[in-house]
């Protein structure tokens, strides 16, 4: 197996005000404001949560054309290749093959029978933790754990077969390994986590989900930290697919949500982890605020759709509603909307005439509300859809920059734009605002559970007198637990500081300090 190293993740960003803050948090009830403080992801394009926003924020589409060469070599059928209607592109997970096993206790023949999922998710827990500043083994408090993963298609599709990987073990182990319901207890056991760790499975709503329910803990008292997220890996990447008239998938391996082009979604690989704590901990902390989650909502469409797989307007205007009610805003107030957006001729309109629906309940203004799907820029990613659109959302209210929505020619003819609230923004822009930004992130599962997350920009830092920044240099440490992964964190926080030429280094020294301490040590 090839080795990466959690330890490397890229340096906490400076405490400090995102560009141009100068809003308060809007009056509500303080005790139920839950702060992003720490993300984390793996996308395809992106092994950083820097590199998949950069990517979001230019408007590239992480999709590529696969040669044949690379489809026999994945597994593809050689007799199926040459249909017409056979997809030779798709997207591809960067590192889905390596896991620094050494790192997390593992021997080789564990790691090489632990579903690449189990293996992602406790990597992408791990760096969240790090670029939230926080050491387990140092908090005092219960750090909770929500999140669920894709069907294990790695059992199924490559341990099956290879008894020289699996003939030593029982299917008792095998379970252990891949599993949905020992997703969490494992990151929770390796990390020594204490809160609850729950598995969530509503299907493509299952990380949205996941951080509802997460909220939920903290605002019961349950955590006092959590992790929220999920993870979809399909190991077969690079062997394209079969377009079926009628189905999901798109006939072209491109995905156009909102589009009069729009003929489904592709399969996609991802996973994402967000680091959240109650606001006022956050803050009483010095932790960096990233966003704010002022509400949020879950429920079912019950019988009221077409059929089973249909998505439903009542209930996604219902979750909606629910979350603006549930977070006291006006929707007039909400600049910006995560769609689900899978780019299907049906889904599509449906959700646009929910969104409406609740947003018509508090304004009949036109317009004024920019609309998204990340699934343009990287696909469906299953059970990391929703926290890939929330990772993009927090980003978007941090870096007060309006993502465009790629892939659109001509808007939908289901859609009507120019009467409703919303508009497709086909560049990125500043966030104009005058008063809190805030948007919404939607996400619904097949079969028909909804989830819907209203969030709020970062509070602005209290005013005070400046303090001139002590004299002295400023020690900066880093630690590792192999010298080569030493190395490779130290080339990281250069890079870091050369990309950053602003950050202030006592915040850096601050962030720094505050991780975990492992063997190999360097001190500049």
Known sequence: LASVTPTGAEPEPARQAPPGAGVTVAAGPAEALVAVVGMACRFPGARTVDEFWANVRDGVESVREFTVEE?????ADPARIDDPAY???????????????????????????LDPQHRLLLECAWHALEHAGHDPSRHPGRVGLFAGSGRSSYLLDHL????????????HQLSLGNDKDFLLSRVAYQLDLTGPAVTVATACSTSLVAVHLGRQSLLAGE???????????????????????GGIY?????????????????????????????????????????????????????????????????GQVEVISSALAAARVDPRSVGYVEAHGTGTTLGDPIEVAALTEAFRRGTDERGFCALGSVKANIGHTDAAAGVAGLIKTVMALWTRTLPPTINVDRPHPGIDFASGPFRLDGTARPWPGDGPRRAGVSSFGMGGTNAHVVLEEPPAPPVAPPVPPAPGPRLLTVSARTPAALESATRQLRDHLDAHPAVALADVAAALGRRAAMPDRKSV
């Open 71 to 75: 489809m026999l070599a994945d597994g």
């Open 223 to 245: 955590s006092d930290v959590v992790l929220a997220g999920g993870v979809s890996v399909f190991p077969a990447q690079r062997r394209g697919y079969l377009h079926h008239d």
């Open 250 to 314: 798109s006939p072209d391996g491109h995905c156009r949500p909102f589009s009069a082009d729009a003929r489904g979604s592709i399969e996609s690989s991802g996973v994402g982890v967000v680091v959240l704590k109650r606001l006022a901990d956050a803050v009483a902390a010095g932790d960096t605020v990233y966003a704010v989650i002022r509400g949020s909502a879950i429920n079912n469409d019950g019988a009221r759709r077409t059929g089973y797989t249909a998505p439903g307007v009542a």
């Open 160 to 171: 099956n077969g290879r008894p020289e990987l699996t003939g030593a073990l029982s299917e």
């Open 87 to 113: 997809v030779r592109a798709g997207t591809h997970l960067p590192g889905i093959d390596e896991f620094d096993a050494a790192f997390f206790g593992f021997t080789p023949r564990e790691a090489e029978t």
